[in-house]
């Protein structure tokens, strides 16, 4: 019987799907450890390079599921920093691409703020409704202002409406809006040109924007030239020189 996430991987593409549709993928203690392990098993998998998160059925994800009374998994409630999800913060430095297929609601909307790329069917709607059964948003809280400029992110967080995929695209929340029909393809395409890229180098690359955020300037640079130092020794630098020089695509191994 399908678990309450799906992972499967096509080449060097994985795709995690939150699998509730009966319940518009709302999570509860269940899903909540299966995505968990989804992440995981992503970020140890060598053969996947790029991952694609969507929904099964008709959203991406309600959000919280208010009628499950369990906590998470190690955690006393769904805020606790654990560094165990993507929203709290799990240090995967591989490309994330979001495919959001319909309502994108609280912990779902944190998670797409939380991904690299972010491609919105047009029946896509986003927020974070917490505030309006009397509970105050964290990690999105956190994540949003970051994301898509103070005022944009209090539009969000404090009103606690859903923003359709068009002004969700105007906050720079999305990257993309598509029609429905081809929101997978979309995502696919830009998975494979990711996979054009060394995957060592987009790592180093995505691990330096991200933690040189949280650096003065010349402690980042300096950061960052350790990671160049150790992205050039690997295979796959002399293999991008040699294709260079040969006029040839090259071949990536992730060494």
């Known amino acids: 019987m399908p678990g309450t996430v799906l992972y499967e991987r096509e080449g060097r593409v994985a795709t995690i799907t939150y699998n509730r549709p009966e319940a518009l993928n709302a ?17 140890e998998d060598d053969e996947a390079w790029v991952a694609i998160v969507t929904g099964a059925g008709r959203a991406f994800s309600a959000g919280a599921d208010l009628r499950d009374s369990a906590r998470p998994v190690g955690t006393t409630h769904w805020e606790t920093p654990s560094m165990n999800s993507l929203e709290s913060g799990i240090e995967i430095w591989k490309p994330v691409i979001a495919a959001v297929n319909g309502y994108c609601l609280g912990f779902a909307c944190t998670l797409v703020a939380a991904c690299d ?27 949003m202002p970051q994301k898509v400029g103070w005022q944009n992110a209090m539009e969000l967080l404090l009103i606690g409406e859903r923003v359709d995929a068009a002004r969700a695209k105007e906050m720079g929340l999305v990257g993309k809006v598509v029609p429905h029909e081809q929101l997978m393809d979309e995502a ?37 030239e350790t990671m160049r130092r150790v992205a050039g020794a690997t295979d796959d630098a002399k293999e991008g020189m040699a294709a260079a020089r040969e006029k040839r695509a090259p071949v990536w191994k992730a060494q």
């Not at 269940?30 to 992503?42: C, H, K, S």
């Not at 919105?120 to 994540?143: D, K, L």
């Open 27 to 43: 999570i509860n203690g269940e899903l909540r450890a299966d995505l968990n392990a989804a992440w995981v098993t992503f970020r």
């Open 117 to 143: 790329f972010v491609i919105a069917s047009e029946r896509a709607e986003f927020g974070f409704p917490e505030v309006r059964i009397g509970v105050p948003t964290i990690q999105g809280a956190v994540r």
């Open 188 to 224: 696919k395409s830009l998975a494979a040109r990711l996979c054009k890229s060394a995957p060592l180098a987009v790592r180093a690359t995505k691990e330096v924007a991200w933690r040189g955020q949280q650096m003065p300037f010349v402690e980042a640079i300096r950061f960052g």
